[in-house]
């Protein structure tokens, strides 16, 4: 038995997904830069499916650039607002202190290059408010770019209200809504968003695909040169296999967005209060404004890491946060951002469901996660020491 509840960090393939990418494969296997037949029949799929993607987020065809994944997408957003910053003497980007490393790493990169960086800080609940990011503007801020939802604690941040602050005052907003997309119902005019990252692999979709939305006006620099796909802005002969399939399993996941909300929210909800129940441990981010299919605990005493590796001894697969970062001794950047110590966020689990688990797996993993977590605890010499009050108890 294994049950899988890692979404997170990947999602199993839809059907759908497979089924639309198989004729691409094998048949229908031309350059879609190439004039004869073959290059044009992928062309001719490639242009369906970028007008597909842009219906499911509320944005124009020539609005959308397809990528490697998120990563790639959010480095080509920041990189390319900091250079048209830079040209009007902008050289100022706000953000916050829990975003994905990939636009953590990228601010760092521009820092190095002379610009400055505010990292608005987030409240108890991992939520970001609207007037620490007004505050944080200046008149040579060039961009501000804040996450869609987190994708550790899974907390919803306002980016309708941010973006309409930046609209107002004329600065480009981006977010990074891989964790969001497909899972939210997001909308880039609505939501006053000018660029938005997303990937395939976080709805079903197949890795190694994602997109770049850019509102028209937003002038994007390249990363890679040497081809004029992509108009001109990402060269490389296009993955028309997986772009098909990002644009099925898309619209299969926007197409039943609210049932899936519905059914995970539930088992969300299930899950999250069987955990509490364990002595000495704490859900991080809001319980309300957070992802349908997003559990986060803290539980004092134990590591993560332990945790992690007796779960899948149980046929459980989870995380301890971002699989980024899954090497790194470090605790989650997150988790210190919203106020927890490290002995604390160096014992977290991430518990990221799909709309295949079933409430018999949520009973389940709920006990077998107090079982784990008590004998771990009754190996620990720090554990001892807690209840023999050599120390306090921090998670009361």
Not at 25 to 36: A, C, M, T
Not at 97 to 124: D, M, N
Not at 346 to 365: D, F, Q, V, W
Request: charged share 20%; with cysteine; proline share 3%.
């Amino acid at each position: 038995m294994q049950i899988y509840l890692d979404n997170a960090a990947t999602t199993k393939m839809s059907k759908t997904a497979i089924a639309a990418m198989l004729p691409y494969l094998d048949v229908v296997y031309g350059n879609p830069s190439s004039l004869h037949s073959a290059g044009q029949a992928a062309a001719e799929a490639l242009a369906d499916a970028r007008a597909r993607i842009a219906a499911c987020i509320g944005a124009a065809p020539n609005e959308i650039y397809f990528t490697s994944g998120g990563s790639e997408a959010d480095n080509q957003a920041i990189l390319s607002a900091a250079k048209n910053g830079a040209r009007k003497g902008k050289k100022h980007v706000v953000s916050t202190s829990i975003e994905h490393h990939a636009v953590l790493h990228t601010l760092k990169k521009l820092q190095k290059e002379g610009f400055e960086v505010t990292l608005v800080p987030v409240g108890e609940n991992g939520i970001v408010n609207v007037n620490d990011v007004k505050n944080a503007l200046r008149e040579d801020t060039c961009l501000v770019t804040v996450m869609y939802a987190n994708n550790e604690i899974g907390t919803i941040q306002p980016v309708r209200e941010i973006g309409a602050l930046c609209r107002e005052k004329g600065i480009p907003f981006h977010t990074d809504a891989v964790q969001a997309v497909g899972h939210l119902p997001v909308h880039v005019q609505a939501d006053n968003i000018d660029a938005l990252s997303l990937s395939a692999h976080k709805f079903h979709g197949p890795k190694g695909v994602g997109v770049l939305y850019a509102r028209k006006g937003f002038l994007l620099s390249n990363l890679i040169e040497g081809g004029a796909q992509e108009r001109g802005k990402r060269a490389g002969t296009e993955n028309i296999p997986a772009i098909v399939g990002c644009a099925a399993a898309l619209e299969e996941a926007c197409s039943h967005m609210a049932e899936n909300a519905k059914k995970l929210s539930a088992l969300r909800d299930k899950l999250i209060d069987g955990l509490a129940q364990i002595p000495h441990s704490v859900l991080n981010g809001d319980r309300e404004h957070r992802l349908p299919g997003n559990v986060n605990f803290c539980f004092e005493g134990i590591e993560g890491e332990s945790l992690l590796l007796l779960l899948d001894d149980k046929g459980i697969c989870a995380s301890s946060g971002s699989a980024c970062t899954s090497g790194s001794l470090d605790p989650s950047h997150v988790l210190l951002a919203i106020g927890r110590v490290h002995d604390i966020a160096h014992g977290s689990l991430r518990l990221s469901l799909s709309e295949e688990n079933t409430e018999a797996e949520i009973e389940y993993t709920i006990q077998a996660v107090k079982e784990v977590v008590e004998y771990l605890r009754g190996i620990s010499p720090v554990w001892r020491d807690l209840l023999n009050g050599k120390r306090e108890f921090i998670i009361k």
